[in-house]
């Protein structure tokens, strides 16, 4: 199952106690009218440059098996390591907010609004991470509508970069996803252009195979902590899911 | 209250087009270049500095404040390039080779800029070669280091060992920072620092170059 997703702008649309906590500023912090100003300002920006798309495509679970192997930079264990076997249905996927909104913010660095150009990264990481969450709820609806029935089963994505698959892994999902459909092309160093973008595997299965303990060696070292949240909310949710309602891995 | 106190009080509210006012201001009555930017522009910084390291005011005010600082900046080069005023320092940033998360690495840049460091910003996804040569070409004493994966914090070894390999590393110290760094992680791969945050860094780098 192949499927361009198409995403209207107001479904990605700013959201500001993220944004703002995405620049430091505490959720329920008196915000100064300044920096009120700067959001506003902002988020008028992102709301003329967004044009998100994304784009899946279904991988049997031996396939994911090579692309998640990549180029062997792994580390020699990890959690999608262990999740995947266990997986029912897999996609490979890669949605972006499209290539406007990175220009506009380059522009804000180059004329020296920094504020400005600070507090629109802010609200395009968080509206990039949004498109990919709303990915994986389209995923879960469709394959709900083409029989998937697992009582308690849901979709958790999992993105190169994170929780020891290494960025190199971009490679192979870009060869095997080909996401230059929406616009969406890699660096010779596996960074995806535009910049603000996700990618990765959605894993759909029981909710249960997606529990792992933070215990890797490369969790000492993780600060971003999101398999938690994203734990927390998988076990703590009951469908339909509420749009926007989770943060996964941060788009850049 | 003076010109050099008023510049300093106008970088602090982020008013950037009275910074610029004023700066030509000072420069019209003749007051040395070290001065307007000793006494005002960078006087201003080191309040905005302190008042952010105490959790006074947020990363906006500090960004607004440096545009602000940018403004008398570009009055003044000239005449700092006139009268060989010496800047604190050269200092090379990016974003280590497989990571595109910059924007820690900016406010480390505009804040070390804001301190009065010539920066030399290569961006992200840099290859450690690059990283080097860059140094070498323009006479830069720091290499700062960012990233923000797991995945590609090792790179910054890279970059370390390459200064060594070219024996380069006495006169190149290193600084890391990015949320999966720490000050274990530093010494491991042998970086001459480490800075929690972008605050931290400019004490970090002045402390590098003998400026602290």
């Known amino acids: 199952m192949t499927a361009i997703l198409e995403v209207a702008p107001d479904e990605i649309r700013p959201r500001r106690e993220a944004a703002l906590e995405q620049m430091g500023i505490p959720r329920g912090a008196t915000v100064p009218p300044h920096v009120e100003r700067l959001y506003e300002s902002a988020a008028e920006i992102f709301a003329e440059t967004v044009a998100p798309a994304g784009v899946w495509n279904?991988?049997?679970?031996?396939?994911?098996?090579?692309?998640?192997?990549?180029?062997?930079?792994?580390?020699?264990?990890?959690?999608?390591?262990?999740?995947?076997p266990k997986a029912e249905r897999?996609?490979?996927?890669?949605?972006?907010?499209?290539?406007?909104?990175?220009a506009a913010l380059q522009r804000c660095f180059e004329a020296q609004d920094f504020a400005l150009a600070y507090t629109l990264d802010a609200i395009a990481s968080v509206a990039a991470d949004d498109a990919a969450d709303l990915t994986e709820r389209r995923y879960a609806a469709a394959l709900r509508a083409d029989g998937w029935d697992t009582p308690d089963g849901d979709v958790l994505r999992y993105s190169p970069g994170y929780c020891g698959w290494d960025v190199t892994g971009q490679r192979r999902?870009?060869?095997?996803l080909q996401p230059e459909?929406?616009?969406?092309?890699?660096?010779?160093?596996?960074?995806?252009?535009?910049?603000?973008?996700?990618?990765?595997?959605m894993i759909a299965g029981p909710r249960a195979i997606h529990r792992f303990r933070p215990t890797y060696p490369f969790c000492d070292r993780c600060e971003t902590r999101t398999c938690r949240e994203r734990l927390r909310?998988?076990?703590?949710?009951?469908?339909?899911?509420?749009?926007p309602e989770r943060r996964h891995d941060r788009a850049g | 209250m003076t010109v050099l106190a008023e510049i300093a009080s106008a970088v602090i509210d982020g008013d950037h087009d009275r910074v610029g006012a004023l700066t030509r201001q000072a420069i019209g009555e003749r007051l040395s270049p070290q001065a307007i930017l000793d006494d005002g522009l960078i006087a201003g910084m080191t309040v905005i500095g302190d008042r952010f390291r105490e959790h006074e005011i947020f990363l906006p005010d500090v960004l607004l404040a440096a545009r602000a600082m940018y403004a008398g900046m570009d009055e003044l080069r000239p005449l700092l390039v006139r009268d060989g005023?010496?800047?604190?320092?050269?200092?090379?940033?990016?974003?280590?080779?497989?990571?595109?998360?910059?924007?820690?690495?900016?406010?480390?840049?505009?804040?070390?800029?804001?301190?009065?460091?010539?920066?030399?910003?290569?961006?992200?996804?840099?290859?450690?070669?690059?990283?080097?040569?860059?140094?070498?070409e323009h006479g830069a004493s720091v290499i700062g280091m960012s990233a923000l994966l797991t995945t590609t914090m090792g790179a910054m070894s890279d970059?370390?060992?390459?200064?060594?390999?070219?024996?380069?590393?006495?006169?190149?110290?290193?600084?890391?920072?990015?949320?999966?760094?720490?000050?274990?992680?530093?010494?491991?791969?042998?970086?001459?620092?480490?800075?929690?945050?972008?605050?931290n860094a400019v004490d970090v780098v002045k402390r590098l170059v003998g400026r602290a």
């Open chain 2, 85 to 136: 005023v010496p800047s604190m320092g050269k200092v090379v940033i990016g974003t280590v080779r497989g990571d595109l998360h910059d924007i820690g690495k900016n406010l480390v840049g505009i804040m070390l800029k804001g301190a009065g460091f010539e920066v030399i910003d290569l961006g992200h996804d840099v290859a450690p070669e690059k990283m080097v040569d860059t140094a070498v």
């Open chain 1, 173 to 176: 999902l870009f060869a095997y």
């Open chain 1, 181 to 201: 459909a929406i616009g969406l092309t890699l660096t010779e160093s596996c960074l995806m252009q535009p910049l603000k973008s996700v990618s990765g595997v």
């Open chain 1, 90 to 102: 897999l996609a490979l996927f890669a949605v972006t907010i499209g290539g406007a909104t990175s």
């Open chain 2, 159 to 199: 970059v370390v060992a390459l200064l060594k390999e070219r024996r380069l590393d006495g006169r190149i110290r290193t600084i890391v920072g990015g949320a999966p760094v720490d000050e274990a992680f530093a010494r491991t791969i042998g970086a001459d620092a480490y800075g929690f945050d972008a605050g």
């Open chain 1, 233 to 243: 909310t998988l076990f703590a949710r009951r469908e339909p899911v509420p749009y």
């Open chain 1, 58 to 84: 279904e991988i049997a679970v031996e396939a994911f098996a090579a692309v998640y192997r990549g180029e062997g930079r792994n580390a020699p264990d990890s959690p999608v390591l262990e999740i995947f």
